[in-house]
C-alpha cells in the first residue's frame, strides 16, 4: 500500500489520483474527512490526522510499503507554524518509517530549502545549501529529518522549482495578472526555473520505483527557465493578450507584503504575501539544474512551457476561474 501525505492538495491530489488509475491501494492521510471525500470516492482509504502528532504517523503507516510525503506548509503567520508543518510532522513521520516502514520513502521539498541562484549559476544538488526564507529553512530542516533515516531505509527527495497546472491557485495569480494592460512586476529580470505539475508528478513515481534514486537528492525543472517578465509575457500570449511591464523597487515589494502579511494577521488567515515572501522575491534568480534525474533516472519533461501554460488556461477557463474572451458573466436573477 502506497501512502500520501498532502492528498488533499495541489500536487498531492493528483499524484494520489494516478496512483489509483496504476491500480495501487493508496492511503491519504488528511486533516478533514470532508476535504478528503472526493479521493475516497476515487477508491483511496482515508486516514485522519495531523502529523505533529506521533501516533498519527504510527496509525497512517500501518501496512505501508511506500511513503509520498507531499504535506506540508507554504503559507503562515507564524515562524512555529512553519516548523510544525515541515519539520516536525517530517520527524514524526521519518522515525516512524524507521521503526516499522519499509520501501521507498520519497518526500517532496523544495528549491526554496536550497537557496537561491548564485553568480547566474542554476543550483546544483551539490551546492551547499543556503535558504533565505523561514519557509526555505524549514523545508531544508524537513529534508534533514528524512534523510537522517539510518541505514538499510530507503529515502529520495525532490527539489522542485515553481510549480504550475491545473488546480494551483498561487500560479493563477499570473494569468490574472497578464490580462491587465499594466503589471506591476518585482525585479523582471529575476529568472526561475518552473516545472509543470504533470511533469513532476511522472518524476515522482519514477524516482519512487528507481533503484539509483536509493538516498538521493534531485532537482526537477523543464528547461527553459524564464525571468519573470516572460513568465507573464507567456501568460498574456496564451490569453491573446499582450501585458506591459511596470518594474516595482525593492521597497515598494517589502512595504506591500508587510501591509499584505498585517492585514492577513487581522483576518487571522495567511496569504501568499508575507515580508518572508518579500526575502524570496528580490533575489537575483531562483533557478537549478535537473541534470542529475536526467542522467540517472531518464527522467525529462514532457511538456513545453507553452503548451503546459495553454493547458493549464483550458483548466481554468473550463472551471470559470478564468472567463473566455467574448462571453457575458452570468446575470443574477433579480428579486
Known sequence: MDLVTGATGFIGGILARKLLEQGKKVRCLVRSLEKGRPLAEAGAELVQGDLVRPEVAFRALAGVDRVFHLAGVTKALRKQEYWAGNVQASLNLARAFSLQGKGRFLALSSLAAAGPTRAGAPRTEEDEPSPVSLYGRSKLAGEQAVTSLPEPHSWTVLRPPIVYGP???????????????????????????????????????????????????????????????????????????????????????????????????????PGILSPDKAREMVQPGWACDSSRIREELGWSPALTHEEGFRRTLAWYRKEGWIKQRGTAPALKPEG
Open 167 to 269: 488546480g494551483d491557485r498561487d500560479f493563477f495569480l499570473v494569468f490574472k495578472a497578464a490580462r491587465r494592460r499594466r503589471v506591476p512586476l518585482a525585479l523582471p529580470g529575476q529568472v526561475c526555473s518552473l516545472v509543470h505539475v504533470e511533469d513532476l508528478v511522472r518524476a515522482v513515481l519514477l524516482a519512487a520505483e528507481a533503484p539509483q534514486a536509493h538516498r538521493k537528492v534531485y532537482f526537477v525543472s523543464s528547461p527553459p527557465d524564464l525571468s519573470g517578465r516572460e513568465m507573464v509575457e507567456l501568460a498574456g500570449r496564451v490569453q491573446g493578450k499582450i501585458p506591459r511591464i511596470q518594474p516595482v523597487p525593492g521597497f515598494a515589494v517589502a512595504f506591500t507584503c508587510r501591509a499584505a502579511w498585517l492585514w492577513a494577521w487581522i483576518r487571522g488567515k
